[in-house]
């Protein structure tokens, strides 16, 4: 036992003698969680928009400042010409056009259906259809206000509740999402990297003759990697309670139990890794290709997996991530307790073992 | 003799750390010149400086007529170096590496056709010249960066303890190549921490703890201080600095 | 001139004998360009609805027929409204819309009755556009129940539900709202951006790693020729998958090329050179690939995620948008869907141009500065 805890020193001194690879581990949990906090957001503010106003009539006049002040848009270039709309797309890099046709206001009266047309860059579409219907509501919400609604017979109101996240923030979204890949990347990475070091470097070889079991020496190794991964977590998780008032709605043993089988498992993966290749630079570009790319892109992170055609939907069963962030949701926002969760604890307990199982027997080959 | 190295007061510190300490010394055209000194004793930090790879922190000194401050690509053109650790490209074969060295140093395209196939020859290593280094024996390897080091006809060959790690007989084939080029009027300023080769040396000096303990052939100071052999001089001398401290 | 060559020569040789820096630099890439767009789909479609329906009325099942027949929708029923919550818990469903027990009663009889809809918020944006829809459905069926019960009310019924304005509009640059047209040239920077930032800074640090850079630096060769020579590979290189990417998007995606191919490789030709030298700047600081390898990583990661190529930069708070002037791959994601999907020219780029030719001049000046030969 006490060997094993020697091992488990020497280990810690080899991560915190390089400084600059442990900043970037400490560090990049805190930048992505405060990016994603403050400044990537889905929600649109402030899109720059241009107008041309064929009528410059007081309704007209008053929709376009109805439009500019909503805080959705920005007056980005105002036309004098139909003909420069092309241009302000080109160019001036605007988002939408609103085109009102001469005598609008007569036509506005008359209820003779005047006729504004939104122009929308599309390429980029969601942002487009966003735009389209932001614009759409306020320009009716003007006509309902000068022309009063009458109120009609048979109506259905429909009572909308936002539940789990009520002010709809986009923190709450990432926030699972950059655990499960700082746990990834510390867990997996960096074990499979430091275990192939110590292949490349020769130094497993002594350890191997020596007189501790094959399974105490990688235990010994991964031990520092679970105290680094945990202390991630908690960072993520203090800033995301005291900066982003995010709440932790479930019990809080439970999310950090989950996190250790999920760092477990991610471990699993990096030993499993390790076993299989002989240089650090294969190991660090298995690692991105078949560890990181996946996490981020099939997990449901950032992208929703029921958009995918069937094949990558397939392959996203077998990415641990996407059913942790199926945990780390349901135990922080929804308050979820094992009786929700445990299809997803069982597939990642089943994810460790299978893994832990495969690599253990390839490093018994290697030693015969 | 006309000097093809010569130092004076010549000084490296790291911060407070002096690793070498005010050395003077000449070596001359032709001259086989041994630096000794134990691991850390500021062999490598000299020659450093000398080649170019490294300011001096004080002192002066010319290489090939040089100043080391203002000349550094001068001196470059002029000297071969070889690393202690081996710095050849794995991936590449003999003859590419060969060719690539050349191309660095401005040689035409037909001076290296003739000078790689000279080399081939001399190393015997025609048979191999289209194989990759990294399959080679790590004598065959040594052997090939020496031949390196002097693919553009340097007047000083610097080698930094070119033989660690190699068997003793290609130590000697080694120590042969470094006669011939010597033969050739090649100046070579070679440090090392085995003894024994100190004594194939025309002059060497003894470096501890940054210093110059002993400088001279080895015959003339074996006899000064009289004593069987360099190796003990170097135990005496080293033994003494460090009771000192 | 001679010498760079050599360099070139060598460094074009030990890329091709490398067995991990093939696949890197030839299969990887490509895999990511076809992958990616089917993957990276913020469409919002394929929305799992659960209606609770308590009334059991006419009513209530044709409102359930609108929402069966919606593309948005995949609908599934319960019985119990804890149900459906539980069922939200546990992320089966993203929402659910409870029909209350004498819905058609009260409409007939009140005027007035309410539906329950609640939605799982988490994916703010996701949840806005699902309420949308909802209330669009919604909205149609109510006035399909109104010219349906009062045909006399009709006219002036809708035009009191207000639409006297018409509001037409139309999608330019991409008609059929084509998610991977917007996708496709974001990913083709990324995929450059990786070749000139990640290899060409490890290549550097690699020399510096087995010591050969030491060989080199006692030969008279000057700082300015060996890193042209070792950088000018993978500028050739990114630029050649620069024009395989936009191909394979041509052919597989079918991706309109309405601007000049000549000004994006100009453009592209540029950014390379900033981003080698960022590349370059990265290898002077780090003494292992490790090292550079995760150095680049961090930078990459903020870049990528504050480009613009995900997430609109016009959505980012003011200081954030600040610190886009500073992301080379924000400039280069958004002058590669200007030119590409929108036919800008040169004066439409001019800006962008500039800044990204200053920050290269910079980068390389700092890149170069810091590099020695000599300690």
Not at chain 1, 307 to 323: F, K, Y
Not at chain 2, 111 to 134: F, H
Not at chain 3, 32 to 58: G, W
Request: proline letters at 4%; one cysteine or more; a neutral charge.
């Amino acid at each position: 036992m006490k060997t094993f805890w020697a091992f488990v020193k020497k280990e810690t001194i080899h991560i915190l003698r390089d400084p600059r690879t442990l900043i970037i581990l400490i560090g990049m949990p805190i930048a992505q969680v405060v990016l994603f906090g403050f400044a990537i957001t889905n929600e649109l503010n402030d899109a720059r928009i241009a107008i041309f106003d064929g009528s410059k009539d007081p309704v007209t006049i008053e929709i376009a400042d109805r439009l500019t002040s909503s805080g959705f848009f920005q007056l980005a270039v105002e036309l004098k010409d139909e003909s420069q709309l092309e241009q302000a797309f080109r160019h001036d890099r605007v988002k939408l056009a609103v085109v009102f046709p001469p005598e609008f206001q007569d036509h506005f009266f008359r209820e003779d259906s005047p006729q504004i047309q939104l122009i929308a860059d599309a390429t980029d579409p969601n942002t487009a259809t966003t735009l389209v219907a932001y614009a759409s509501a306020i320009i009716r919400q003007y006509e309902q206000e000068k022309k009063g609604s009458a109120t009609l017979p048979y109506a259905i109101q429909t009572e909308v509740r936002m539940r789990y996240n009520q002010e709809l923030k986009s923190v709450f979204l990432f926030v699972p999402g950059v655990i499960t890949i700082i746990l990834m990347l510390v867990s997996a990475m960096m074990t499979s990297i430091a275990l192939t070091r110590e292949k490349e470097l020769g130094t497993m070889e002594i350890l191997l003759v020596s007189p501790l079991k094959p399974a105490v020496i990688v235990m010994g190794k991964v031990i520092p990697y679970i105290a680094l991964g945990l202390a991630n977590v908690a960072i993520i998780l203090v800033l995301a309670t005291t900066v982003f008032h995010m709440p932790i709605r479930g019990s809080l043993p439970l999310l950090i139990a989950e996190s250790l089988l999920f760092i477990l498992t991610s471990l699993a993966l990096g030993i499993m890794i390790s076993s299989r290749v002989q240089t650090q630079q294969v190991a660090l570009m298995i690692s991105l290709m078949a560890l990181m790319l996946p996490t981020i892109l099939l997990s449901g992170f950032i992208f929703p997996i029921e958009n995918m055609p069937w094949l990558l939907r397939a392959i996203s069963h077998i990415v641990p991530a996407r059913w942790f962030i199926v945990i780390v949701k349901g135990v922080m926002l929804k308050g979820a307790g094992m009786a929700v969760i445990w299809k997803e604890t069982l597939v990642l307990v089943f994810m460790t073992l299978v893994l832990i199982g495969g690599s253990v027997r390839s490093f018994k080959l290697r030693l015969e | 003799m006309e000097q093809a190295i010569w130092a004076e007061n010549l000084t490296k510190k790291f911060g407070s750390f002096t690793a070498v300490d005010a050395i003077s010394f000449t070596v001359g055209q032709g001259e086989i010149f041994g630096f000794l000194g134990a691991n850390g004793a500021g062999k490598t930090t000299a020659m450093r400086m000398l080649s170019g790879l490294s300011f001096p922190t004080s002192g002066k000194a010319r290489v090939a007529g040089f100043d080391v401050y203002k000349q550094p690509e001068l001196i470059k053109r002029h000297i071969g170096y070889m690393s202690q650790k081996f710095s050849l490209y794995e991936d590449l074969t003999v003859q590419e590496n060969i060719r690539f060295y050349g191309g660095i140093y401005g040689l035409s395209g037909a001076e290296i056709r003739s000078k790689t196939e000279q080399l081939l020859q001399e190393l015997d290593l025609e048979w191999i010249a289209k194989s990759q280094v990294q399959s080679l024996p790590l004598g065959w390897k040594q052997k090939l960066a020496f031949s390196v080091a002097q693919v553009h006809n340097p007047s000083i060959v610097f080698l930094d303890e070119p033989t660690g790690g190699v068997d003793p007989i290609t130590r000697r084939q080694f120590w042969e190549m470094i006669y011939r080029a010597a033969d050739r009027g090649v100046t070579v300023f070679v440090t090392t921490h085995y003894m024994d080769e100190a004594e194939y040396c025309d002059r060497i000096s003894i470096m501890v703890d940054g210093r110059i303990a002993a400088m001279g052939s080895p015959g003339e100071l074996k006899r000064d201080n009289n004593v069987p052999s360099i190796n003990e001089l170097f135990v005496r001398l080293a033994r003494h600095t460090s009771s000192n401290m | 001139m001679k010498t760079i060559l050599y360099i070139i020569q060598k460094e074009f040789r030990q890329i091709f004998r490398n067995k991990t820096m093939l696949p890197i630099l030839f299969v990887m890439p490509f895999l990511q360009l076809i992958i990616l767009p089917f993957a990276a789909d913020f469409e919002i479609k394929n929305i799992r609805l659960t209606i609770v329906d308590m009334d059991q009325s006419t009513l209530s099942r044709q409102l359930n027929s609108h929402f069966e027949a919606s593309p948005f929708f995949e609908v599934t029923y319960q019985l119990d409204p804890g149900q459906a919550a539980d069922r939200m818990q546990s992320n089966d469903i993203d929402l659910y819309l409870e029909i209350p027990s004498r819905f058609e009663y009260r409409l007939l009889k009140e005027q007035s009755a309410p539906l329950h809809l609640t939605i799982d918020a988490i994916n703010g944006a996701k949840a806005g556009v699902a309420q949308a829809y909802v209330q669009s459905i919604v909205r149609d069926f109510n006035r399909e129940v109104i010219s349906e019960w009062t045909p006399q009310l009709q006219p002036r019924a809708l035009a009191a539900m207000g639409q006297p304005v018409d509001i037409t509009f139309q999608n330019w640059f991409n008609p059929d709202m084509d998610y991977n047209t917007f996708m496709v040239p974001g990913i083709l920077v990324l995929l450059v951006t990786m070749i000139g930032g990640f290899l060409s800074g490890m290549n550097v640090v690699k020399e510096k790693e087995i010591g050969t850079i030491e060989q080199i630096n006692v030969t008279p060769i000057r700082k300015y020729q060996f890193i042209i020579g070792k950088l000018l590979p993978f500028w050739i290189l990114a630029l050649i998958e620069l024009a395989i990417g936009m191909t394979i998007g041509k052919i597989i995606f079918n991706i309109p090329f309405v601007g000049s191919i000549g000004l994006i490789f100009v453009f592209a030709s540029v950014y390379l050179l900033l981003i080698l030298g960022l590349g370059l700047l990265i290898s002077t600081f780090s003494n292992t690939q490790q090292q550079s390898m995760f150095l680049t990583w961090f930078l990459m990661v903020i870049f990528i995620l504050m480009s613009g190529l995900f997430t609109p930069i016009e959505s980012m708070p003011h200081w954030a948008q600040v610190l886009t002037w500073f992301n080379p791959i924000a400039y280069f994601v958004e002058v590669i869907r200007m030119v590409m999907l929108k036919g800008s020219g040169w004066a439409d780029v001019r800006g962008s141009f500039i800044s990204i030719s200053a920050f290269a001049v910079v980068l390389n000046a700092l890149a170069v500065w810091n590099y020695r030969k000599r300690s």
